[in-house]
């Protein structure tokens, strides 16, 4: 285009002095030169001294959410753990106001005004470039079905009708690229209702070492646990787990062999949970158990208080397909908590005082330097690589 533009510029003052006879000669050399039509080089020439020379031309519609709002964009994105646009679009206004509470928020008003009127559309497509260098692999599957497995009865749903307190549980292998040896697992708790999740990390997944991570999570939900749903694993269907479960008034139940879907809520929180914020990496010593657990004790205030989650309210074959529609504005599990009929008020309001002490940015930091403290735990403490 500056081509074309430079041959026109060339001949514009001569042209607009010229006689009709040189304006003919001239046009069919600008119209060979720039390949262009003799009524669209007239044009060319009239728009050129119209032009105001003072003025400089520019193209397409004024840049509202300039360089400085994407910024601003970004730093809540990092702060939110890197999620897609559409849940971090409900949770912008609430992570701008924290920031402005504790002096942590360092962009202008202009700029937090123009931060808080993007809309969805706007935000989704800048995340998506803030996510496309993001790639994520795959782990290795250590679920061996328990011979036990037939005394524990399979649900596979509905789960839309079941209260608060029944959770589907599932382990997560740190084993690195092989199985071999011992190494650390994690026990991944994610509610039904209300999709609040809480991890604990172990060595190995023995049934003694399972059961003593379910105790755990059981002390630290802030609602009575009702029910428990792991898949086939030996590490869930033994006599001390189902023992455990039913000392506790926890209702047992399995999904079916080689059927995911029937622990959809916990199978997506590993990818989205563990797999995000541990990675796929080997952690094969004892210590880095004490350093993980430190994490998930920051990730479960990080997670439920502050990271929305949508649900799949419908679902409808068509064909070889699904068809799913998601609510339309996402929520934390700390707001359906909070609006839960079902929750008294005395698990409420204890909550809700936690919650307006809590600023995602310092948890976030914590985050990424227990996330160091890991890697570095294993590399001086783990098994040297072969």
């Not at 790639?135 to 061996?144: E, L, N, W």
């Not at 310092?362 to 985050?367: N, T």
Request: aromatic residues 8%; hydrophobic residues 35%.
């Amino acid at each position: 285009m500056g081509t074309k533009n430079e041959i026109f510029l060339e001949y514009l003052q001569e042209y607009l002095k010229a006689v009709k006879k040189r304006k003919g000669k001239i046009l069919d050399h600008v119209c060979f030169v720039a390949k262009a039509h003799r009524n669209s080089a007239i044009r060319k020439f009239r728009a050129l001294q119209m032009r105001d020379p003072d003025k400089e031309e520019k193209r397409g519609r004024t840049t509202v959410y300039t360089p400085d709002v994407t910024a601003a964009l970004k730093d809540v994105w990092k702060a939110s753990g890197m999620v897609c646009g559409e849940l971090l679009f409900p949770m912008i206004g609430e992570y701008v106001t924290i920031g402005l509470r504790d002096k942590m928020w360092a962009h202008n008003r202009t700029v937090t005004a123009k931060l808080l009127r993007m809309s969805q559309a706007t935000i989704k497509r800048r995340v998506r470039e803030f996510n496309r260098k993001e790639r994520r692999g795959k782990g290795i599957s250590a679920t061996r079905p328990s011979k036990l497995k037939i005394i524990v009865p399979i649900f596979n749903g509905p789960w839309e009708d079941k209260p608060p307190g029944y959770g589907q549980i599932d382990t997560v292998v740190h084993c690195g690229h092989t199985l071999i040896g011992d190494y650390a697992y994690t026990l991944n708790y994610t509610d039904a209702a209300l999709l609040w999740t809480r991890q604990r990390a172990q060595w190995n997944k023995g049934q003694i070492a399972t059961k003593e991570s379910m105790a755990y999570i059981k002390g630290k939900l802030p609602f009575p646990w009702l029910g428990a749903h792991p898949d086939t694993g030996s590490e869930f269907i033994n006599n001390d787990v189902i023992g455990y479960c039913r000392e506790n008034n926890i209702e047992l139940s399995r999904s079916r062999p080689n059927h995911k879907n029937d622990n959809m809520y916990v199978e997506e929180r590993n990818g989205h949970v563990v797999r995000k914020h541990v990675g796929y990496q080997r952690l094969d010593c004892h210590e880095a158990v004490d350093v993980l657990n430190a994490l998930y004790d920051v990730l479960d205030l990080f997670l439920n208080h502050f990271v929305p989650v949508r649900k799949c309210v419908k679902k409808e074959r068509i064909g070889a397909r699904y068809k799913r529609v998601y609510e339309k504005l996402a929520k934390t599990p700390y707001q359906r908590l909070q609006e839960h009929p079902a929750i008294a008020d005395g698990i409420k309001e204890p909550l809700k005082a936690i919650h307006d002490k809590l600023n995602p940015f310092v948890l976030q930091k914590e985050i990424l330097r227990l996330q160091n403290k890991i890697d570095n735990t294993q590399k001086r403490f783990g098994k040297p690589k072969n």
